[in-house]
């Protein structure tokens, strides 16, 4: 009987993923949207050179909107699916589960469809995902860590949680850059204090994406949350702040707000 019951078992499981799709389908069709000019193109704006932030990453080409309408069509796809995209070398393979994975989250964070187990479950794939080098580029990080870190910190009210903490000091690049991003579920929220907590930790980090991001969620804490507390950071730590930093956290100020600032470096 054991062995009836498992093999009903795996049957099931298989009939299910395949209901909700399944990581090839989701491959072949965004294979239908590859463009050999577009992969080449995408690939030095992503840096994928020798030495470059996006080394070895591999490109087909199909675009953005191809890809939102291909996880519309695959939101039930599961996770075992999700974790078979994000493990492929292709760049639009794993932006594809990141998305759906996205989407699943919201979905299950909606008052009417609410699954605290599913939003657990997804927010711990992600987080193998992230250590696990898969999410490796600044569009992954930017489309999926305020959802799948951000939000489900923000809804468990902890904006003080270590997990930010250790991501900032961790010496991946994508992980810090996730720390970051993941703080701008909270500037939404009107909570300014993850970012003004992580940014001091990350002033003198040596990757032009980091100093990006942190300037990004200055700025956008200065515009959202609180004018006056970006102006207090800046007062204490603009003469430290990389040149990028500075410029994004400083880029909605007047002019001789922002030259004043910059002066100080």
């Keep these: 009987m054991g062995g009836v019951t498992g093999t009903t078992g ?96 919201q979905t299950a964070s909606r008052p009417r469809t609410r699954d605290d187990a599913a939003r657990a479950a997804l927010h711990e794939a992600y987080l193998a995902a992230v250590r696990g080098g898969r999410v490796n580029n600044w569009d992954l990080v930017d489309s999926s860590a305020p959802v799948l870190v951000g939000e489900f910190l923000l809804e468990s009210g902890r904006g003080d949680d270590p997990l930010l903490d250790r991501l900032a000091a961790s010496a991946s690049l994508w992980e810090r850059r996730v720390a970051v991003l993941a703080t701008f579920a909270f500037i939404k929220a009107g909570d300014g204090a993850p970012t003004l907590r992580l940014a001091p930790r990350l002033l003198d980090d040596r990757e032009d994406l980091v100093h990006k991001a942190v300037g990004w969620m200055l700025r956008e804490l200065g515009k959202r949350v609180d004018r006056d507390a970006l102006l207090a950071f800046l007062d204490e730590y603009a003469a430290r702040m990389p040149r990028t930093m500075l410029s994004y956290a400083t880029e909605h100020l007047t002019p001789e707000e922002r030259a004043a600032y910059r002066a100080r470096r």
């Design 10 to 105: 795996r049957a099931d499981a298989a009939v299910t993923a395949s209901a909700a799709g399944t990581a090839g389908e989701v491959q072949a069709a965004l294979a239908e949207h590859a463009s050999p000019e577009r992969a080449a193109g995408s690939a030095r704006f992503f840096k994928t050179g020798p030495g470059e932030y996006g080394e070895g990453d591999r490109f087909i080409g199909s675009t953005l909107p191809a890809t939102r309408a291909i996880v519309a069509r695959f939101a039930r796809l599961p996770l075992a699916e999700h974790a078979l995209l994000l493990a492929s070398d292709v760049h639009e393979h794993r932006m594809t589960a990141l998305l759906i994975m996205v989407r699943q989250f």
